[in-house]
């Protein structure tokens, strides 16, 4: 996801649609937060996954 908004960017730059500097300026805080990735979050349908299997697995042990 992140490669398709820094390509989304470099076209929006290359075709004008910011030009200024103060409008580069205002990119580059989100453009930061999105390259850094101390927020990201794992995602919450593999971790409900991972408990099921794991239900699935104490249900199936003490059935045997």
């Known amino acids: ?3 398709q908004v820094l390509r989304l960017v470099y076209c929006l730059v290359n ?3 910011y ?3 103060n409008s ?3 990119l580059l805080e989100p453009l930061m937060n999105l390259l850094d ?3 990201d979050l794992p995602f919450p349908s593999d971790r409900g996954l ?3 299997l ?3 697995n104490i ?3 003490s059935s045997e």
């Open 19 to 21: 030009g200024s500097g």
């Open 59 to 61: 249900i199936t042990r």
């Open 50 to 52: 991972c408990q099921q």
């Open 54 to 56: 794991e239900f699935l």
């Open 15 to 17: 075709y004008g649609f």
């Open 1 to 3: 996801m992140r490669v």
């Open 37 to 39: 990735g101390t927020r």
């Open 24 to 26: 580069l300026q205002q």
